[in-house]
């Protein structure tokens, strides 16, 4: 198996490619790492390739990383950039507000005060569920211009909107839906695009896409995470 540098390498070549295809340019588009059950040997190898920006999904994973690996939030410190990209609980903004720098899944107004008291000045994407689908979070097409207001009156950075197209169905309407909501309320920012299709993400203006197994292999259960 190829090591964590090569499929780096091959991931940010992929993005490259895609982002020639469209016009892009390369640096348009971060690569954030998704960490989710990944050991801490592995992130330590990404880290090594240059890998800055890495994603969790899970509160106590990141803050477990994080006190290993260090953390550069909000401009500070000397350790990775670490994004939250799971679904966001209440109780859960203090703790990690330390450690992330970016917040992806932002779906609901109550989450502005906290986000304010605890992360000031911290910038964040609004989650959109364009694929109505009540498993999942974030929030209604219909309601991200109010919560962007919400949160921009809280003195929140919106850098822009995220997304997660429906399991098993073609991504590429759903990103280019995400696009062109964002245009409607002026954000240039769009977190969008995984392992199985960052690149038409790309192709639809993603500025971040998402990756895990194609960087750290097929994801591990039950693992001790400092194996």
């Known amino acids: 198996m190829s090591s ?25 588009v971060t690569l954030v790492a998704v960490t989710k059950t990944v050991g801490v040997p592995a992130i330590g190898e990404a880290i090594a390739a240059g890998q800055a920006h890495l994603g969790e999904n899970r509160a106590q994973e990141l803050l477990g990383k994080a006190a290993i690996l260090g953390a550069s939030a909000a401009g500070t410190g000397t350790g990775p950039v670490w994004h939250f990209i799971g679904r966001l609980q209440r109780n859960k903004v203090k703790m990690l507000a330390p450690h992330v720098a970016w917040w992806h899944s932002i779906d609901r107004p109550e989450l502005a005060g906290l986000l304010a008291r605890h992360a000031p000045g911290v910038s964040v994407y609004v989650e959109v569920n364009l694929g109505d689908e009540p498993q999942k979070g974030g929030c209604d097409p219909g309601a991200a211009a109010r919560l962007v207001g919400v949160l921009t009156d809280a003195g929140i950075g919106v850098e822009g909107l995220m997304t997660i197209p429906p399991e098993g169905e073609e991504s590429r309407p759903y990103f280019g839906r995400l696009r062109d909501l964002a245009d409607r309320l002026g954000l240039r920012g769009l977190s969008m695009g995984m392992t199985t299709d960052f690149e038409t993400a790309v192709e639809e203006g993603a500025t971040v896409v998402r990756v895990g197994s194609a960087i750290f292999g097929p994801r591990r259960t039950g693992a001790d995470l400092r194996r």
Do not use: K, T
């Not at 499929?7 to 390369?26: D, H, K, M, Q, T």
């Open 4 to 28: 964590v540098a090569e499929r780096i390498a091959e991931v940010r070549g992929r993005i490259a490619s895609a982002a020639a295809r469209v016009g892009r340019a390369p640096s348009e």
